[in-house]
């Protein structure tokens, strides 16, 4: 693994994955077994799927095809080209997905950041999106980090409180939909490190000379952890595998840096009461000490508030203070994207990005001033009337 370590951080944690830890035990024996009592209802993960290892040794499922895109409200608000590169990528590799139109916000921003709500009604908005997707045959993908952890947090209430369960069936049953559990919750995220080998295949751009930061989303292997991927090959097993395993897939060098473990400074309260702490922090706990240490070429993650936070605190903060800072941040899709082609203003979509990207674009050897006049030209056709929207098409031609 191409993997350059430039500090090793102090408060890094080993597990032994053969003694006994009660995180340890397979929460699926419980699904199954609710199920089998009539408590609820488990939607199988579809095949063809990928197992990959857990944390703490458990396997799970990741599925390919017939996936239902459980969007993300801030990748829609803030980065869309994040959302489009996950299932332009999904496109590329040919398989089938649905793009839901009746899907909900999650509401855990207002579960983790205001604490105004109850319980029974933030698990009844989880489960009215897993019944949307068990209606459709099709396979929730869960593109936000934050969503996902909170829903992993909804199942083990689920599970544990019976109570908790009657509540939610009642609110289901004036929905006419029945309380469904996916037997996996998988993010996007898992799903791009399972197919990271077919997405290498597609592979024309040379990455080998990028350097790299990867930032893991404390909402993805911190809440819930045992559910997160681990590979002994990436790290030892000892740090989430996601994020890193496509990165030195694709061929780029990922450099470590002290403040591994540090959250974005995004935090959900942070942001919302204290947002000069979550700028500072984002400046001077992560971009700075990744530049002082490792000195990479962009930062990758797999959440919408690490990516959008990391870039937007450099512009904000960083500039106006004279920070070292200036490092480029996208998501691990939106890297992958670039790497099979995609464009890097119709699909990825970085003119959103406030860090400038332009001079990563050229030492991955792509035309961004090509790629910038046809895009333009997409607009002009847009603004004349020439055409009344894009097509993937139209995209992808």
Not at 184 to 203: D, F, K, P
Not at 357 to 373: F, N, Q, S, T
Request: aromatic share 10%.
């Amino acid at each position: 693994m191409n993997v350059r370590v430039a500090v090793q951080p102090e408060t890094e944690r080993r597990f032994d994955r053969n003694a006994e830890d009660p995180r340890s035990e397979d929460f699926h024996d419980h699904l199954f077994a609710l199920e089998e009592e009539g408590e609820l209802v488990v939607q199988r993960v579809p095949e063809p799927f990928i197992e990959v290892m857990t944390k703490y040794g458990r396997t799970k499922k990741i599925p390919l095809d017939q996936t239902w895109h459980h969007k993300s409200c801030g990748q829609c608000g803030h980065i869309p080209g994040y959302s489009t590169s996950i299932i332009w990528i999904v496109r590329k590799l040919g398989y089938d997905y649905l793009d839901p139109t009746d899907q909900t916000s999650c509401t855990a921003w207002n579960y983790y950041a205001s604490a105004t709500s109850n319980a029974p009604a933030q698990a009844a908005v989880a489960h009215r999106n897993f019944a949307a997707a068990y209606e459709t045959g099709y396979y929730p993908l869960i593109h936000c980090g934050t969503s996902y952890g909170h829903y992993k947090e909804t199942r083990e209430e689920i599970m544990h409180h019976a109570e908790l369960r009657k509540q939610v069936r009642e609110v289901m049953g004036k929905l006419g939909k029945p309380l469904v559990i996916p037997e996996e919750i998988v993010h996007y995220s898992e799903y791009i490190h399972a197919a990271r080998n077919m997405i290498a295949e597609r592979q024309v751009f040379d990455f080998s000379d990028i350097g790299v930061c990867i930032h893991p989303a404390c909402h993805y292997y911190k809440l819930v952890e045992e559910d997160a991927i681990y590979d002994e090959d990436i790290y030892g097993g000892q740090r989430t595998a996601t994020v890193t395993g496509v990165v030195t897939a694709l061929g780029a060098e990922v450099r470590d840096y002290s403040t591994f473990f540090d959250c974005c400074g995004f935090g959900f309260r942070h942001i919302l009461v204290s947002r000069d702490f979550t700028r500072s922090f984002a400046t001077l706990r992560k971009i700075e000490v990744m530049k002082e240490e490792a000195d990479p070429d962009v930062v990758i993650s797999h959440d919408t508030g690490c990516v959008t936070t990391l870039d937007k605190s450099q512009y904000a903060t960083g500039v106006a203070h004279g920070a070292n800072v200036g490092v480029p941040v996208m998501s691990d899709s939106q890297f992958s994207a670039l790497a099979m082609g995609a464009h890097p203003y119709r699909i990825c979509q970085l003119h959103w990005h406030s860090t400038e990207y332009r001079p990563l674009l050229e030492k991955m050897g792509i035309d961004h001033e090509k790629a910038w006049a046809e895009f333009q030209q997409d607009l002009e056709d847009l603004k004349s009337g020439k055409k009344d929207y894009l097509t993937w098409e139209d995209i992808e031609n």
